[in-house]
């Protein structure tokens, strides 16, 4: 009998499980995959994810193995540049873009140190229940009958398609389609591009050192689009390139390293996230579009949130219940503005005249970008920087706003 089951040991399920275990619980964390195994993600770590890292410290490993900081961004509309970072969060001044086999790699680990059991090759079927509780989960390893496993509380950080979310039947809220589809690769032999964010309407360009002296370049087009895009992406996504300057010939000097991998499927939604028993984090519970970056660093928050709740319920300073369902309250609070900034980066729109004044202005006053890019990676609310209502309302109703990757 465990103290919490966390399905999911990826970029939510990995850190709650062991923030719990390093709290003294009993903790099983499974996944389908074994590690290092790759995901589908944008990547992006804003200073407010690097700084969990840091706090957990686990980022001087993410760096040790080969992840460098990135301190400055170019944000490109075509007729505006602006280059910078946002402030500093907690100490820590730089953006990371991990790959996700060496950043997931490294959380699993860190969650077995810490004394979770980390259970790979563990597909989940169903969620066990007792008297209108869950109670554990039901699964199997790919070449062994069913088994159980039964904990106080089971969580769901088993990503976008959960079996959890689905088990528990978790109702979906504030609940809009796909905007943007989406495809990216990593080339050799260009990382002096750096990191750069491309807006031209109807299309997004996103550029990132990552792991291995890799770039990631994606690309994102309207959702109405990917039934087009997907019959020739090669031609789709190298044309999409030809829209900034020089970065086709650029990136055909460098030499691609894997398949193009995309998607059409990225809905923007909260799911209920919490009940008798069970409780979703990361994306499970809460998902956006990748435009904006904001999608590991909002999973490492609701790790944090939801191993304090859980914490506070095995503890007995609260009922179990009562604990957890204060939790998804705190994540909705904490993540709807980022919620809000992503539907409107997501629509591609053209900047407004008005807008496009304001981002002119920001670019010979670098205090007024370093704030910018603040608000990108939700350090800096947006009222502080964009006091006119009129630019507000501009956002509110899908004009193009700056933004980076997931």
């Given amino acids: 009998m465990y103290d919490a089951i966390v399905v999911g040991a990826r970029c939510a399920g990995a850190p709650l499980a062991m923030l ?20 589908m993600s944008t990547h992006f770590l804003w200073q407010r994810g690097a700084a969990r890292l840091q706090a957990w410290g686990l980022l001087d490993r993410l760096q040790a193995r080969g992840c460098a900081p990135i301190r400055q961004i170019t944000f490109d509309v075509g007729p505006v540049q602006i280059s910078g970072i946002g402030p ?44 209108g509780r869950a109670v554990g989960v039901r699964g199997h390893h790919r070449t062994s009958p069913q088994s159980s496993l039964r904990a106080r509380v089971v969580v769901g950080a088993d990503g976008l398609h959960s079996t959890v979310a689905r088990r528990v039947a978790a109702r979906a809220y504030r609940e809009y389609p796909p905007l943007t589809a989406v495809y990216y690769s990593y080339w050799s032999g260009i990382r002096h591009l750096g990191a750069s964010f491309h807006a031209r309407p109807g299309r997004l360009i996103l550029v990132w050192p990552t792991n291995d002296d890799l770039t990631c370049i994606y690309v994102a087009w309207p959702r109405q689009e990917f039934g087009q895009v997907r019959k020739d992406a090669e031609n789709h996504f190298h044309c999409a390139l030809d829209l900034v300057p020089g970065l086709r010939d650029t990136v055909a000097s460098g030499r691609r390293e894997a398949r193009l991998t995309g998607t059409g499927d990225l809905p923007n939604l909260y799911r209920t ?34 191993a304090e709740a859980i914490h506070d319920g095995l503890a007995g300073h609260r009922p179990l219940d009562q604990a ?14 980022g919620f809000d900034l992503t539907l409107s980066t997501a629509r591609l729109a053209p900047l407004p005249p008005r807008l496009e004044a304001f981002y002119r202005t920001a670019a010979q006053q670098p205090e007024v970008s370093r ?7 939700g350090s800096v609310p947006a009222a502080d920087v964009y006091p006119d209502r009129h630019l507000e309302t501009a956002h509110t109703r899908g004009h193009a706003y700056p933004g980076a990757p997931r």
């Fill in 20 to 39: 719990l275990a390093r709290a003294g619980h009993r903790v099983a964390l499974a996944d389908r995959a074994s590690f290092p195994s790759d995901t």
């Fill in 88 to 131: 500093a969060v907690e100490g820590v001044a730089g953006a990371y873009c991990p790959r996700r086999t060496v950043l997931d790699t490294l959380l699993a680990e860190a969650a077995e140190e810490a004394g979770a059991e980390l259970i790979e090759g563990f597909v989940v079927g169903d969620v066990l229940w007792s008297e």
């Fill in 273 to 306: 996230s919490a009940g008798p028993g069970w409780a979703l984090a990361g994306d499970a519970g809460h998902h956006k579009d990748p435009s904006t970056g904001m999608g590991m660093s909002d999973a490492f928050q609701a790790a944090e949130l939801l």
């Fill in 324 to 337: 957890v369902s204060g939790y998804q309250h705190r994540r909705d609070a904490l993540t709807g503005s």
């Fill in 371 to 377: 704030q910018i890019f603040g608000v990108l990676g």
